[in-house]
Structure formats: structure tokens, C-alpha cells
């Protein structure tokens, strides 16, 4: 069946970094462009960043443009967030997502990631 399951989320110092990964199985992931999105505590759900099927196009939010890197390794049906130089406002679950389709449009659970002093 279709799972998409994030990990790498955690605490961290403002300033430090992370890595998100975010594995697929159940559908062909290189078909798919990913997106990852974040939810902090009282705020609605945020675009971070997109990365074409191929990986050959990269979009990224104002909020994260310059500090966060999206990637994908389709031989591992996995794709990655990079996030430099963290900020308490980048707090929040992140939430992995492949898309195709409006009926081919699949989530994972989501990471907590926390930056705090």
C-alpha cells in the first residue's frame, strides 16, 4: 500500500542544522514531484519547499529561501530537507508530500521539529 513516512526531526540550538528524510513506497516515486510542508503551534499549514520528479527544479517559501536545500535520490525512493541555521520560527511537525494528481496525492505523518534555546 502507499506510505510515505518522514524521520530526522528532533531539537535543536537556533543556528544549528537538520536533515529530514522522507521515504516512499507503494507508487512509483519518480513520477511524483514532492513538496514538504510545515505546521508550527497555532499557525496553518505552510508551503517549505517543492523538487520536480526529476529533481531538476527546485522551489522554495521566502520564509526558508537561502537556508533550507530540497532534494531526492529516486534510486532510493527518498527525498531530503536540509534545513541551515535554524530558527525558533521554523518550529513545528513537517509533513513530507508527493503529488501527481489530484486523486495521486499522498502525505506522511509528519516530523516534529523543534528550535529552541
Known amino acids: 500500500q502507499v506510505q510515505i513516512v518522514e524521520s530526522g526531526g528532533g531539537l535543536v540550538q537556533p543556528g544549528e542544522s537538520l536533515k529530514l528524510s522522507c521515504v516512499a513506497s507503494?507508487?512509483?516515486?519518480?513520477?511524483?514531484?514532492m513538496k514538504w510542508y510545515r505546521q508550527g503551534p497555532g499557525k496553518e499549514r505552510e508551503f517549505v519547499a517543492r523538487i520536480s520528479n526529476t529533481g531538476g527544479s527546485t522551489t522554495y517559501g521566502d520564509s526558508v529561501k537561502g537556508r533550507f536545500i530540497i532534494s531526492r535520490d529516486n534510486a532510493k525512493n527518498t527525498g531530503y530537507l536540509q534545513m541551515n541555521s535554524l530558527k525558533p520560527d521554523d518550529t513545528g511537525v513537517y509533513f513530507c508530500?508527493?503529488?501527481?494528481?489530484?486523486?495521486?496525492?499522498?502525505w506522511g505523518q509528519g516530523t516534529q521539529v523543534t528550535v529552541s534555546s
Open positions: 507503494g507508487f512509483t516515486f519518480s513520477s511524483y514531484v
Open positions: 508530500n508527493a503529488f501527481r494528481s489530484s486523486t495521486n496525492n499522498y
